[in-house]
């Protein structure tokens, strides 16, 4: 087992993937440090990708010491401590198994898996390493959003009373132009999953962790609006310019899921997922109503939280916008002054900085591999409710249960 750093020696990362999520986190590992105190100091060791050229140059962009194209060479090496795996979600299974086996600590990019199957293994096989000393989490970053931190405080403060509904959004635009080109996001067998696991997971679980709760019963519906695109060339990404041929790929994932959920104790929350919502980059929208009022929140205002007292005497009541900059909001007391506000890339540090914390203190960090399962099972669920006609379906273990209810 690889002992774990101190303070006075460094925190060896082995990052395995060079894409939009592997430069978001090579920049929080970079930066963590620099702004919260923790145990250990991040050392960006070695960066894996597939093709020579190009890890090689984001090795050099990110600030790794070296670069390979086996991702076992990460696994394989007893100076590093732990693994960051920012690969497609076809990849995440046996790496992450073959790191926990390994000693090492793991940070497993969202959705966990591909299948709820290969979640259950991956979430086993963190338990037993964390009986080890080995600790795991998985990339739900926006938890890590002060706006969003400070909604859950709230909620767990008895702010917004007894919860009775529960509605979220996540809404881009940046497959709508029908002739924007494949990538493996859109490749069933690479991702998972279209808007439902991509960007769905992240509402799925912030609403699960905001209100303490968890979805038990879903009914969903999910569409494939643009079944073809033309041949990605190096396409890689988001966004990119498609192959000159004029051949066309199969889409095999959805492109909008749309559908209801029980939480726990029957209250009902409405969640959309799409990549269609024209002039919408990036609204992952989230509010929570309860018996004595109601939070809400919008990514594309990312420093702002709503909020709505009803119990204000009559006249005064209304959304009031919270600026979430002050020193008293969460993670914001590390970076600028009141008012300046934070970014995307803040809530990856923020995670970063709470990993290394747990690693430090031995304690297991948050989401869990089995909080990732749980949203992973979710994602089975809406699936299944879609291929049966929208019925409701019970979320469980690997094959869900279908049945009729009459609520």
């Known amino acids: 087992m690889t002992s774990t750093p101190t303070r006075s020696t460094p925190l060896n990362v082995g990052l395995i993937g060079y894409g939009f999520m592997g430069a978001a986190h090579s920049h929080a590992w970079r930066t963590a440090h620099r702004f919260f105190d923790l145990p250990a100091t991040p050392v960006l060791h070695t960066i894996a990708g597939r093709t020579e050229s190009a890890v090689a140059d984001a090795a050099e962009q990110y600030g790794f010491a070296r670069h390979t194209t086996r991702w076992l060479d990460l696994i394989e090496d007893p100076e590093i401590h732990v693994i960051d795996i920012c690969t497609p979600g076809d990849t995440h299974h046996e790496i992450a198994l073959a790191a926990l086996a390994a000693g090492k600590h793991v940070l497993c990019e969202k959705p966990l898996a591909n299948s709820v199957a290969e979640s259950e293994e991956m979430a086993r096989a963190a338990a037993d390493a964390a009986t080890r000393g080995i600790r795991s989490i998985s990339g739900f970053s926006y938890r890590r959003t002060p706006a969003l931190a400070y909604a859950r405080q709230l909620e767990a403060d008895g702010f917004v009373g007894e919860i009775r509904q529960v509605r979220a959004q996540y809404l881009q635009d940046w497959l709508s132009d029908a002739d924007a080109p494949m990538t493996w996001r859109l490749d069933k067998d690479k991702a998972g999953s279209g808007a439902l696991g991509d960007i769905g997971a992240h509402v799925?679980?912030?609403?699960?962790?905001?209100?303490?709760?968890?979805?038990?019963?879903?009914?969903?519906?999910?569409?494939?609006?643009?079944?073809?695109?033309?041949?990605?060339?190096?396409?890689?990404?988001?966004?990119?310019?498609?192959?000159?041929?004029?051949?066309?790929?199969?889409?095999?994932?959805?492109?909008?899921?749309?559908?209801?959920?029980?939480?726990?104790?029957?209250?009902?929350?409405?969640?959309?997922?799409?990549?269609?919502?024209?002039?919408?980059?990036?609204?992952?929208?989230?509010?929570?109503?309860?018996?004595?009022?109601?939070?809400?929140?919008?990514?594309?205002?990312?420093?702002?939280?709503?909020?709505?007292?009803?119990?204000?005497?009559?006249?005064?009541?209304?959304?009031?916008?919270?600026?979430?900059?002050?020193?008293?909001?969460?993670?914001?007391?590390?970076?600028?002054?009141?008012?300046h506000g934070l970014g995307y890339e803040h809530t990856f540090t923020h995670e970063i900085a709470d990993l290394v914390r747990a690693i430090g203190e031995g304690t297991d960090p948050s989401p869990s591999f089995a909080e990732a399962l749980h949203v992973q099972r979710v994602l089975a669920a809406v699936e299944a409710s879609d291929a049966d006609g929208s019925r409701w379906t019970a979320v469980g273990p690997q094959h869900p249960t279908t049945e009729e209810t009459t609520a």
């Open 204 to 339: 799925i679980d912030l609403t699960q962790w905001i209100t303490g709760t968890q979805i038990e019963q879903v009914s969903g519906t999910l569409a494939t609006v643009v079944p073809t695109r033309p041949a990605a060339g190096t396409a890689q990404g988001l966004g990119g310019k498609g192959d000159a041929s004029g051949e066309r790929g199969q889409v095999t994932v959805d492109d909008v899921a749309l559908f209801s959920a029980r939480f726990t104790g029957g209250v009902l929350g409405a969640f959309e997922a799409t990549r269609m919502a024209q002039g919408r980059k990036n609204a992952m929208r989230v509010e929570i109503n309860g018996s004595k009022g109601s939070v809400a929140f919008d990514f594309e205002r990312m420093n702002e939280l709503e909020i709505y007292d009803a119990t204000a005497p009559a006249g005064r009541q209304g959304f009031t916008r919270v600026l979430t900059t002050e020193p008293e909001h969460p993670y914001a007391a590390a970076w600028w002054p009141t008012g």
